[in-house]
């Protein structure tokens, strides 16, 4: 699949296509509360960074802080609640497969 195939599919599939002036080459992604940055690859579209979670208009890092897992934005966080991180993870899965080009 080309990239345009790719974001048609996302887009079919329930996914948000955005674009921001920060990152001119991506084009944002998000579902729920999920979002992630892809650009052009020699192979369709490839992933910027790591998926994240909405704060605000940027994305925040799933990382630990003080021994839980958290979504940080610079100074704003988010805790990582088991239904977020569900989300998260099936957003992470969902999309992987997408850019895998393999079925659902």
Same mark, same amino acid.
Request: net charge negative; with cysteine.
């Given at each position: 699949?080309?990239?345009?195939?790719?974001?048609?599919?996302?887009?079919?599939?329930?996914?948000?296509?955005?674009?921001?002036?920060?990152? %001119?080459?991506?084009?944002? +992604? &998000?579902?729920?509360?999920?979002?992630?940055?892809?650009? %052009?690859?020699?192979?369709?579209?490839?992933?910027?960074?790591? %998926?994240?979670?909405?704060?605000?208009? +940027?994305?925040? +890092?799933? &990382?630990?802080?003080?021994?839980?897992?958290?979504?940080?934005?610079?100074?704003?966080? +988010?805790?990582? &609640?088991?239904?977020?991180?569900?989300?998260?993870?099936?957003?992470?899965?969902?999309?992987?497969?997408?850019?895998?080009?393999?079925?659902?």
């Amino acid at each position: 699949m080309d990239s345009s195939e790719i974001l048609q599919a996302l887009h079919l599939a329930g996914f948000e296509l955005q674009i921001f002036d920060r990152f %001119p080459r991506a084009i944002g +992604v &998000t579902k729920g509360n999920c979002i992630a940055l892809l650009e %052009p690859a020699v192979a369709g579209l490839r992933l910027v960074g790591r %998926p994240g979670w909405r704060i605000g208009e +940027v994305l925040g +890092v799933l &990382t630990m802080k003080d021994g839980k897992q958290v979504f940080q934005a610079k100074d704003q966080l +988010v805790e990582g &609640t088991p239904e977020r991180l569900n989300e998260f993870r099936a957003f992470e899965a969902e999309l992987g497969d997408f850019l895998a080009c393999r079925p659902n």
